[in-house]
């Protein structure tokens, strides 16, 4: 059995949070654990609260967790804050300190609700540091100050942590999605833009993908690449806002 730990909100309809790492790791033959930071009130049209969770009651959901695993992959995505964030990459580094820690920050709900609201570039800095890849949007980018950090010479994307820049909001015929490796390459993976599609909760799902396959022994590279082709295949599955991807044939 392979585990991952996935550390974000949860949301009743399934398409985001932790029941959708849930759901797309089981894709991929990985059995994903959850710790809870925010019990949202959302369905996939409408988000009304976050519904944060206090630190200590994360706290206590890890050490439970951690009493019979010891996770080797995480994902976390929707934090209150950076404070937040750093206290649960520490205790994960201090319990697992060769962990693979994969970070997909939220600025916003696809149904509009903002968060991060007052992030502070600086505050994230030094934990994101501490992060193996991080999988922004290109608003999220800019939110974190990835862009000027890195030409002000306090981070190197691909040098402190490797960063999958996300293309599915953006403009043009295609997406396109821009990976820095660690070793100092740079990759671009490129699909297709389809037409109308709006899914709900696309960056949870790519990050899990890419987590899934991380743990089945793919590089990042190879990981990305699989995310990348899943999600395509999510994208175009059904009509509405919910997507999903059958199993079957595996």
Not at 103 to 129: N, T
Not at 217 to 239: N, P, Q, T, V
């Amino acid at each position: 059995m392979k585990y991952a730990l996935c550390v974000g909100g949860f949301d009743g309809s399934a398409g985001a949070g932790v029941l959708a790492d849930a759901l797309t790791m089981a894709h991929f033959g990985v059995y994903a654990q959850s710790v809870c930071t925010a019990l949202t009130e959302q369905n996939e049209d409408e988000f009304v609260a976050p519904g944060w969770v206090i630190w200590e009651r994360i706290e206590a959901q890890l050490e439970t967790l951690y009493r019979k695993h010891n996770f080797k992959y995480v994902k976390i995505g929707l934090v209150e804050k950076a404070k937040i964030l750093k206290r649960i990459v520490e205790f994960i580094r201090d319990r697992s300190p060769d962990a693979f820690i994969l970070w997909d920050p939220i600025a916003s709900a696809s149904a509009g609700y903002h968060f991060m609201r007052d992030a502070e570039q600086e505050d994230f800095v030094p934990v994101m540091k501490m992060i193996d890849l991080i999988t922004p949007n290109q608003d999220e980018f800019a939110l974190l100050g990835l862009g000027l950090s890195a030409s002000r010479g306090e981070l190197e994307l691909g040098r402190d942590f490797a960063v999958l820049l996300k293309g599915g909001h953006a403009k043009g015929k295609n997406a396109v999605d821009t990976l820095w490796t660690r070793d100092g390459t740079q990759h671009k993976f490129v699909s297709p833009r389809v037409p109308g599609a709006d899914k709900h909760g696309t960056g949870c799902h790519l990050g899990s993908a890419i987590l899934a396959n991380i743990a089945c022994g793919k590089s990042l590279l190879e990981s990305c690449e699989a995310a990348k082709a899943y999600m395509d295949e999510f994208i175009r599955s059904g009509e509405g806002r919910l997507g999903f991807v059958s199993s079957s044939g595996r």
